[in-house]
């Protein structure tokens, strides 16, 4: 079974400046799609971003971008440009590609705490 | 815009009492799941569907059952609700294949007491 893993329970930044999340994945498939979803205190869960692991360029959604490694089963966010509606819990995702019948997993979370 | 709604946002239950967690998708989507969510573990999938009637056990579906009779609607079904099925409950819906992006309810926060 595939595991996703947020080692960092808490992170802190200050506003203006960039931050980088981890994540850690592990999975015997090829193909495969990982997402970061933010929940805010509002508790509504929004997608940020999404890789598809046979794309190599790393995706990017304005200040959002993430280093997708591969061989290492590693994806990172990096917030550039921190804003105070940037504080939330972030989650990272993954799911199998194949065919229908797949499970969304998620890791433990980040909480982002955006100082001003 | 995909719309994914849960009926309640807070529900308080005595222990034993039967739960039913309603969510609708307005976007025909066929993947929709139920997830828990607590602090520090994330969100942990008790059940999913990929079609109508069809579902498939998650993580932890101990104490849940599932019901999935149209395609829009999603139930979970605490049978006899204990004070360790506390937690937040988040609905989640999807389509399969290209584009896997899932859309999430409010979220219901169940206190069993």
């Known amino acids: 079974a595939q595991t996703v893993t947020q080692s960092q329970p808490e992170m802190s930044v200050q506003e203006a400046e960039t931050v980088t999340l981890s994540c850690t994945y592990d999975?015997?498939?090829?193909?495969?799609?990982l997402f970061w979803y933010k929940q805010p205190p509002s508790r509504q869960m929004i997608l940020v971003i999404r890789q598809e692991a046979y794309k190599q360029q790393n995706a990017t959604e304005n200040r959002f971008s993430v280093n997708f490694q591969k061989a290492a089963k590693s994806f990172s966010l990096k917030i550039s440009d921190s804003q105070l509606g940037d504080a939330a819990m972030y989650f990272c995702?993954?799911?199998?590609?194949?065919?229908?019948?797949?499970?969304?997993?998620f890791g433990g979370g980040t909480r982002l705490m955006v100082k001003p | 815009d995909v719309k994914v709604t849960q009926s309640s946002r807070y529900l308080v239950k005595r222990t034993g009492e039967k739960v039913f967690l309603e969510c609708v998708q307005d976007?025909?989507?066929?993947?929709m799941f139920w997830y828990r969510q607590d602090p520090g573990l994330g969100l942990r999938l008790i059940y999913f569907s990929y079609d109508v009637k069809m579902k498939e056990k998650g993580d932890i579906p101990e104490g849940y059952s599932v019901s999935r009779e149209k395609k829009e609607r999603f139930s979970l079904i605490l049978e006899s609700a204990s004070t360790n099925q506390t937690s937040m409950y988040l609905c989640?819906?999807?389509?399969?294949?290209?584009?896997?992006?899932?859309?999430f309810g409010q979220g219901t926060r169940l206190t069993v007491v």
């Open positions: 989640a819906s999807s389509l399969t294949y290209t584009n896997t992006e899932a859309f």
């Open positions: 995702a993954y799911i199998r590609a194949d065919n229908a019948g797949n499970m969304l997993t």
């Open positions: 976007m025909d989507h066929e993947n």
């Open positions: 999975t015997s498939e090829s193909d495969y799609y």
